[in-house]
């Protein structure tokens, strides 16, 4: 039962990505594939394929390179 009336929205995490620990993802957001989240962060927005995000709110590190 949802007494608080919170919305509920799903989270997806796409194939070889990396959550570090502590991290925080909130409600409704993407992570990309093969993207980074490094430890500690808190996630609030959609993270990009290939990339790696950081801090309180997370922010654009930089892109990862592909492997060929």
């Not at 993270?47 to 590190?61: C, E």
């Amino acid at each position: 039962e949802n007494i608080f009336n919170i919305g509920i929205e799903d989270i997806k995490i796409n194939n070889g990505a990396w959550i570090g620990m502590n991290s925080i993802i909130l409600k409704g957001v993407e992570i990309g594939e093969n993207s980074i989240v490094a430890a500690g962060s808190v996630v609030t927005k959609n993270v990009p394929p290939n990339s790696m995000v950081a801090g309180n709110p997370a922010k654009f590190i930089k892109i990862l390179k592909q492997n060929v």
